[in-house]
């Protein structure tokens, strides 16, 4: 009989192998473009193609690359890494294999933090390889065949192959978000999951305590982090009312189908020996100098979980603002930008985590596309910080930044918009307002405070809404007090 609260106890075990296709102009054995899109088959040539007779020329941007995310993620750089051909044979490769890094990878044993909140976990990463992506396969809806694109094979990857560390798929997602979040910031990855140029294969099993680790399957090419997520839910319950059942789970690589919302399996999960790896006879080992890596480590940035503590710090923001502000590196730039020119840090994260967020938003667009301009910003922070705007104009004036590109200061003095802090001027609002309003003015001075706000949006009404809030606040404040009512005549 099976114990089935033994069995519903089983651990998670998730591993991932992530695959980012790298910004190179050209691909890494050859010179055709690595650019996206196009007509299909017209970035090709006889290199990555495969065709007789061609040689490999490898591309030494990936190598700096490779190295910068090495170095990212705290891994040891192999100084001399050695290329292997990997075998297999799908019509995607054309050359029915893959140059690839088996026995000596260019980056291994690094790590990556993961603070998030209370949640704090250390994720190993045991690689970092170099490979050649393949083609790929489009299925005619009808069923009836497959076209090939080879455009993009030959494109450059890093294969970022991570320990057995993840006990569910938030922390996934958590690491996946970091891992973006370092490879934009080294600027080697535009990360564009829809567009395939970071893919995601889990590989996960199941296990008790302190067991050894359980037979795991491979669910490939995840592009999403939604579909990772259901992935791997899915496929835990799977292999969880396999093992209730008494069975064995069965090694296989599996494919995910988003409308379904389920797995399938493609093939049994090949073994290091199915692949008959053997070294690359065309390419020399990879040699990695001392001069070559220090001038590759002293131009690899400020990384954002080094800017998110030292906003902390420096400028007194939340852990959660400044975790916003420093997901994108241009949107981070921005902040430094906007807190040197006007000298109010808090401000600028206001700014930048309110009202221009909500207009990325609004217009649908990705913070990384972001192009504004900094110094009509600043001006604006600093207009308001000095009181010559109030926040409305503020918003209305940033708003018109963003859409038009419009110099601030003519913007605010065309329209009329700078704050009225002409005293002669409030106190006639203030007169007024209490002049028609002396029921109220009378309410305040019988002790029902509430009133106060409503003469107080009467006088800046009067004012046209540019007034100087804390300058009628004082003047209003002075007027109601001093307010005599007057005497109601009696009744005949």
Not at 153 to 158: E, K, M, Q
Not at 257 to 271: G, V
Not at 292 to 302: D, G, T
Request: net charge negative; hydrophobic share 35%; aromatic share 8%.
């Amino acid at each position: 009989m099976i114990d089935y609260r033994i069995k519903n106890s089983l651990e998670t075990v998730i591993g991932l192998e992530v695959h980012a296709e790298l910004n190179t102009k050209s691909k890494i054995f050859c010179s055709c473009s690595t650019a996206f899109g196009g007509e299909s088959n017209s970035k090709t040539c006889p290199v990555c193609t495969g065709q007789p007779g061609s040689l490999p020329m490898f591309n030494d941007k990936v190598a700096e690359h490779a190295v910068k995310l090495g170095l990212a993620l705290s891994c040891s750089i192999n100084p001399y890494s050695k290329f292997d051909r990997k075998n297999y044979f799908y019509p995607d490769l054309p050359k029915a294999y893959q140059i690839s890094q088996l026995y000596s990878p260019i980056c291994s044993e690094g790590k990556l933090e993961l603070d998030a909140g209370d949640f704090k976990k250390i994720i190993g990463i045991r690689e970092i390889h170099i490979e050649e992506d393949a083609g790929k396969l489009i299925h005619d809806t009808s069923g009836s065949r497959t076209l090939i694109d080879y455009n993009r094979a030959g494109v450059p990857l890093l294969e970022i192959v991570t320990q057995p560390d993840f006990g569910n798929a938030e922390e996934v997602i958590i690491f996946l978000e970091r891992l973006i979040e370092t490879m934009l910031y080294l600027d080697i990855c535009d990360c564009k999951m829809q567009e395939g140029s970071l893919r995601v294969d889990v590989n996960l099993s199941l296990k008790e305590s302190g067991a050894e680790l359980g037979t795991r399957t491979e669910t490939k090419n995840l592009n999403s982090f939604k579909a990772i997520s259901h992935a791997i839910n899915y496929e835990a319950e799977r292999q969880r009312e396999i093992l209730n059942k008494g069975l064995m789970v069965e090694q296989e690589t599996r494919r995910w189908d988003e409308e379904k919302n389920c797995s399938f399996p493609m093939r049994s999960k090949e073994n290091v020996q199915d692949y008959r790896y053997f070294p690359e006879p065309d390419l020399n080992p990879l040699v990695i100098s001392d001069e070559w890596l220090n001038e590759i480590k002293s131009a690899i940035p400020e990384l954002a979980q080094e800017k998110r503590n030292r906003y902390i710090a420096e400028y007194g923001l939340s852990p959660i603002i400044a975790g916003k502000i420093c997901s994108r590196r241009n949107i981070a730039e921005l902040f430094e930008e906007l807190s040197k020119k006007s000298g109010e840090a808090r401000e600028a994260a206001n700014l930048i985590n309110g009202i221009l967020m909500e207009l990325i938003n609004n217009k649908n667009m990705d913070p990384f596309k972001l192009k504004i301009d900094s110094e009509k910003l600043s001006t604006l922070i600093t207009m308001l910080a000095k009181g010559k705007i109030n926040r409305s104009v503020y918003k209305e004036t940033i708003t018109a930044v963003f859409n038009e590109n419009i110099d601030p200061e003519l913007y605010i003095k065309d329209r009329g918009l700078f704050i009225v802090s002409d005293n002669d001027a409030v106190n006639k609002a203030v007169d007024k307002v209490i002049k028609n309003n002396a029921e109220a003015a009378k309410d305040f001075k019988e002790g029902k405070e509430k009133v106060f706000s409503y003469l107080m949006g009467e006088t800046i009404k009067n004012l046209g809404g540019k007034s100087d809030p804390a300058l009628v606040k004082k003047i209003l404040l002075e007027k109601l007090n001093n307010f005599i009512p007057c005497r109601r005549e009696a009744n005949a």
